[in-house]
C-alpha cells in the first residue's frame, strides 16, 4: 500500500464512526393544554446510545421535559395510573428553555415527553396552550467495534511514522555513503572486498551492512556495487585490502 492510499484508509477510518443505530428530529409547533409530545428511543443494538434534546417555549407557560422507560411511558398515558416512573437527571420539569445530552448504557426502549400539564407543588401552573420549538436526536453505537477501530487506526498511524522516519533515515545514510565514496573512491572497493574475503570486523562490517541495506533503495549505489564486483571478478582480488 502507497503512502497516499494509506492516508485516505486512515481519513475513511476516522469519519465513519461504528454507528448500529440513529435518527433526529425537529419541530415546531402548538401543543394543547393537557397534551404531550412524545419520541420513541429504541436501543436494541449496539452497546450504548448518545442521546441529545432541546426544547423551547416560544409562547406560552413553562412545561415537563421527561425522559422515562416504556413502561413509565405507558403509565404517563393510563389516567388510572396516579404516579409513572421517569429519570429526574436526564429530565427538566417547569422549564421553557433546556438543552441535555447523554450516553445510556442500559439496553431497552425509552420515551421523550414533552407534557403541557406541568405541576408545581401539587398545583397546576397554567392552563394554556403553547408554542413550542426544539429537536432530539440519538446514535445507537458499538462501543467494542468504536476501540478496536481506533486501535487498527492507532496502529496504522504508527506504521505511518515508522515509515516516514525509516524513509528520512535511510536518505541520510544514503547521503553519507554517497559523500563517503565521493571523498575516498576506494570506500565502496574496499568494502566489498572485504564482503568477499568474508574477514569482517569493526566498522567495516557496520559500513559494509548498511550499504548494502541502503544499496537495494538507491538504484546508482546498487549498479555502482555490481560494477566493483565484476571488476574484482576480473582482476581476481579476494584478499582484504591491509592483508
Known amino acids: 500500500m502507497t503512502f497516499p492510499s494509506l492516508l ?25 393544554w393537557g397534551w404531550y409530545r412524545s419520541f420513541r428511543i429504541p436501543f436494541d443494538e449496539g452497546n450504548a446510545v448518545d442521546i441529545e434534546y432541546d426544547v423551547e417555549v416560544l409562547d406560552g407557560p413553562p412545561v415537563d421535559v421527561i ?14 395510573s396516579e404516579t409513572f416512573f421517569y429519570y429526574p437527571h436526564q429530565s427538566r ?23 403541557n400539564s406541568p405541576i408545581l407543588n401539587e398545583a397546576i401552573i397554567e392552563e394554556a396552550n403553547v408554542t413550542l420549538k ?5 446514535e445507537t453505537h458499538n ?10 487506526v492507532a496502529a496504522m498511524v504508527l506504521g505511518v511514522v515508522a515509515s516516514v522516519y ?9 547521503k553519507e555513503i554517497k559523500r563517503k565514496a565521493h571523498d575516498d573512491p576506494n570506500f565502496l572497493r574496499d568494502l566489498v572486498i572485504v564482503q568477499r574475503s568474508g574477514k569482517l570486523d569493526g566498522e567495516r562490517k557496520v559500513n559494509l551492512r548498511k550499504v548494502q541495506l541502503i544499496a537495494e533503495g538507491d538504484p546508482e549505489l546498487k549498479a555502482e556495487i555490481r560494477r566493483i564486483e565484476q571488476e574484482l571478478d576480473t582482476v581476481g582480488i579476494t584478499d582484504p585490502p591491509g592483508t
Not at 422507560?69 to 398515558?77: I, R
Not at 448504557?105 to 420515551?111: A, F, L, R, S
Request: aromatic share 16%.
Open 143 to 152: 462501543t467494542w467495534e468504536d476501540l478496536c477501530m481506533w486501535l487498527v
Open 67 to 80: 425522559f422515562t422507560t416504556e413502561q413509565g411511558f405507558l403509565d404517563y398515558k393510563d389516567p388510572g
Open 93 to 115: 420539569l417547569n422549564t421553557t428553555k433546556t438543552s441535555m445530552s447523554f450516553t445510556w448504557v442500559k439496553p431497552g426502549t425509552y420515551y421523550l415527553i414533552i407534557d
Open 134 to 138: 426544539g429537536g432530539w436526536s440519538y
Open 8 to 32: 485516505i484508509v486512515i481519513f475513511l477510518l476516522l469519519s465513519a464512526p461504528v454507528l448500529a443505530g440513529s435518527d433526529s428530529n425537529g419541530y415546531e409547533g402548538q401543543t394543547s
Open 166 to 174: 525509516i524513509m528520512a533515515r535511510n536518505r541520510r545514510q544514503r
